[in-house]
Nanobody
Framework: QVQLVESGGGLVQAGGSLRLSCAAS????????MGWFRQALGKEREFEAA????????SYADSVKGRFTLSRDNAKNTVYLQMNSLKPEDTAVYYC???????????????????WGQGTQVTVSS
């Protein structure tokens, strides 16, 4: 069973950047597809980005495409979400998620993921 710990959240001005990290332990990291979701206050959790086991394939929500970049370092058991050109509407709690898989796919929906981190708050001021 894998445990996930997010870090890197904080307060940033609009137009600024943050890099979120998600460190995994307790499993063979390269066997897990990873995803990031976010939940704004009063809203449902929504998909933001996903990456395959190897890191060779990624997918992004339209709202963050071109601004966010997801990458992973399997040697460090960590996935990174680089967030640029941040907007106030990006304010949310960001969650990292993992899914054990043998395939090279990435996954979009919450039900695809069995393991979740505790979340990290990102606040973008205008």
């Amino acid at each position: 069973q894998v445990q996930l710990v997010e870090s890197g959240g904080g307060l940033v001005q609009a137009g600024g950047s943050l890099r979120l990290s998600c460190a995994a332990s307790g499993g063979t990291f390269s066997n897990y597809a990873m995803g990031w979701f976010r939940q704004a206050l009063g809203k449902e959790r929504e998909f933001e980005a996903a990456i395959s086991r190897s890191g060779g394939s990624t997918s992004y929500a339209d709202s963050v495409k071109g601004r966010f970049t997801l990458s992973r370092d399997n040697a460090k058991n960590t996935v990174y979400l680089q967030m640029n050109s941040l907007k106030p509407e990006d304010t949310a709690v960001y969650y990292c998620a993992a899914r054990w898989t043998r395939s090279g796919s990435y996954y979009y929906t919450q039900r695809d993921y069995a393991y979740w981190g505790q979340g990290t708050q990102v606040t973008v001021s205008s």
